[in-house]
């Protein structure tokens, strides 16, 4: 299915791309150009604006719904276990309250399909075909299909190219940012939060993950270290830098599920559970990360529980069908309920047979449960980089959808997909 209903691929790629990768260099974007390979893209597709107000709505809603999902879970240990939870977070996430409401998670980032909708064919389940219904009758543009594909609720990252490289790009191109107000989220959220250190996996070395932690503490307005997760010590829940110093609250851009892998962990999660540690993105983020909690809310919507009738709507129009079993004969999405980057992600065709999988990214499937969902392809765009298939991210910043992310490479977004900026016209 065509991207160019939707989408408008606009500009040319400059002759002068080496002083342009410099200039974002310098604004804190620096790995638009990575071991020689281009990852941003010279161009920007544009969405129209009734159709960004549509996303933006969709994903308030739908922040609304997993949130009272996660309230649902909290405590229901049967849960935690349909949806992933390794056993050693399970104390933490029982013994801490959870945040007021939208706050569970202060950032995260929605991933959406955002296409034509299907100009033939019926739609294959009862669920669909209210969404359909729902698409036709109230959306500004009839033609346009919204479904999330999943929820980045723990560490997303593309924070960098949505709130520096996209407002940069969309300028030079002529058209609207709508992620101008990301910065004053994350003060927002970070004053709230008051982390006294930022933390991730190879600091100084590991370009994106470090450029990513270094933009957000200088957007949050804070005086903070910035440390490498690697040089922390644990002792008996008191957690110290490579220097010896206590750490109180920390901003981690470490997906808590790998506690359960990581030498360390266990003692990690219990700093938190013992109240030594202020782990922020807070506790109970990892139920919004867990693709178990599509099924939970897609269950939820089925069986008619939790839900209003607002809330039912907005779960039929935007989301997939999706389960904890394979139920579905074909057409379908099989991921871990923790991959990341594509890494695990099989995609399955009308007849049930593979037809597509991940082979770049780090399949987590032997270590977590799998989800399976109703597949929904991207979106194709013609691009100076070739044809390739767009995905829309939305991050949501201390409870507010406020900043879009595109990235574009084959059906599957893995690793090796580019950056897009997206802007509205």
Known sequence: MSGADVFEIVGSPSPGREALVEELRGLGF?????????????????????????????????????????????????????????????????????????????????????????????????????????????????????????????????????????????????????????????????????????????????????????????????????????????????????????????????PKEWMSVDDGGEALAYAVESGQLKLFNPPHAILLQSKGMMAVVWGLYELGMLYGEEEREAIARYMLPTYNKPVFSGDYVSKSMFGREGGSVRMYGRGGELELQDEEGYDTSDLFPVVYQKRADLPHVETCEGELHLLTGMFVIDGVPCGLLGRAGGLITGNASHFIALGVK
Not at 63 to 83: G, N, P, Q, T
Not at 132 to 138: I, L, S, Y
Not at 162 to 186: F, K, Q, Y
Not at 221 to 229: A, F, I, P, Y
């Open 30 to 254: 620096a790995w638009a150009d990575y071991e020689e390979e281009r990852y941003w893209i010279d161009q920007a597709a544009a969405m129209d604006a009734a159709v960004y107000e549509e996303l933006e709505q969709a994903s308030r809603r739908l922040w609304s719904v997993f949130d009272k999902a996660v309230r649902y879970v909290h405590r229901r240990r049967d849960l935690y276990e349909l949806i992933g939870i390794p056993p050693v977070l399970w104390n933490m996430l029982d013994q801490m309250p959870v945040a007021d409401e939208a706050k569970i998670s202060r950032y995260a980032r929605f991933d959406f399909a955002v296409s034509a909708v299907k100009a033939e064919g019926a739609a294959e389940s009862e669920a669909e075909a209210a969404a359909e219904g729902a698409v036709q009758a109230e959306n500004a543009e009839p033609g346009v299909s919204i479904k999330l594909l999943e929820l980045n609720a723990d560490t997303p990252t593309g924070y960098v190219e949505a709130s520096i490289a996209t407002p940069w790009i969309c300028g030079r191109t002529g058209l609207r940012s709508v992620n101008g107000s990301m910065p004053e989220r994350v003060r927002a959220a970070w004053a709230a939060e008051q982390p006294d250190t930022a933390a991730c996996i190879a600091y100084g070395g590991h370009l994106e993950d470090s450029g990513t932690i270094e933009a957000l503490v200088k957007h949050s307005g804070r005086e903070m270290r910035l440390v490498d997760c690697l040089d922390l010590s644990i002792d008996d829940g008191l957690v110290k830098d490579g220097e010896g110093s206590p750490i109180g609250r920390m901003f981690a851009l470490y």
